[in-house]
C-alpha cells in the first residue's frame, strides 16, 4: 500500500495521441503495428490498453514513452508535442516486465539512479530517495538486493524509482506477467492503490481481462493496430461497439437472425423459429436488417416451458461450484453457453432445456 501521509507532489496531465502511426520491416514487408490511431488519456486517470497478443499495444505505450519514433502522428503531454524527445528528456517513467532493477546495487542506489543521471546533489538524493521509501511502504529495505526481495516488492522499488524523479506520466507495460496468481491480484491492489492517491495519470498495457476491468478507469481495446472502443469498464462490457469487442471482454453468445419491428430501443429478432427481444440503437438499424445479436451467459435463465424463449438440449453440462455451465445447442452455432447459479441437480446430455433471454443486445449489422 502507498503510504498516504507522504507529501508527493506530481502534476497530472492529459496525454493525447493524434493520428498516431508506427510501421515495422518484417522480412521484407511492412508491417503496420499502430494505424493512425487518436486517443486522449484523461489526467490524473488510469487507462488499459487492452487487446490480444501483436495488437499494437506495447507499440503505442513505447511512442508514447518515446522508444519508438512514429512515422506520422503526434503525441502530446500537457500541451507539449513530445514527438522526436528522447525517452530521458520526457516526462514520462515507465515498468517494463522485468522491472529493469539492477542486481548488483542496493535498493537505495537503484531509487537513486535517475537521480544521480541528473547529477543532484548527495542531501537532494538521499531525501528523494528516503521520501520514496515510505512513499511505497519499503522503509528499512534500502541496503538490500533486489534479489533478496519478493516480486511485489522489487515492483514497488521500480515503480518509487520512477517517482523519485516526478514523472508526470507513468507507463506500465504488462507489469505483473511475471509473478504467480495470487501476487497478482495482490499488486494489481496496490498499483490502483498508488494511482489513486498520487493522482497520476497511468497508461496500462495488458492482455488481461480482468487485470483491465479492475484497474481502469478508462479502458481502449485494441485490434490489429486500431482502437475498436474506449469507455469505462462497465460500458465496454454492457454496450460493446463489436463482436470482436463482445467477445474479447467477458464471455458472450452470438446468435444471426433477422429484425422484424423495432419499438422504441427495442427490436423483435426472428431466429429460425425463435423470436428475441433486443436493445437495439434505433438509428443505427432498420426493420429486415439482417444482425447479429450479443447474448452474456449469465442473461439467460433456465425456465418452465410456457416462460421459454429458446427450448433447446444439452449438448453437455460441467459443475463448477458456485455455477452449473451448460453448453445447449442452437441454430447455426456449435457453442452456446448458459450459467445457472441455482441448480439443485444437473441436466444430462440430450436433455430437454427451456431458456429464457433476460437481456441481449444488437451487436453488428451483416
Known sequence: MVNANIDFHLEKVPVQLKNLT???MDEGKIITAVDNIDITFEKGKLTTLLGPSGCGKTTTLRCIG???KPEEGEVLIGSENVRGVPPYKRPTGTVFQNYALFPHM???ENIAYGLRVKKMSNKEVKDKVNKGLKLLQLDNMG???PTQLSGGQQQRVAIARLLVNEPKVLLLDEPLSNLDAKLRIYMREEIKNIQRELGLTTIYVTHDQEEAMTLSDQMAIM????????GTPIEIYNKPANKFVGDFIGEANFLEGSIERIVENTALVRIDDYKIKSEVDSNKYAEDDDVLI???PHDVEICNE???DIITKVRWAAFIGAQVNYQVFMPGEDDFTVYDYHADQIKSAEEDINLKIKKSLVIEKL
Open 22 to 24: 508506427k510501421k515495422f
Open 66 to 68: 518515446g522508444f519508438y
Open 106 to 108: 542496493s535498493v537505495f
Open 143 to 145: 541496503d538490500r538486493l
Open 223 to 230: 485490434n490489429e493496430g486500431r482502437i475498436e472502443q474506449i
Open 294 to 296: 450479443m447474448i452474456r
Open 306 to 308: 410456457d416462460e421459454a
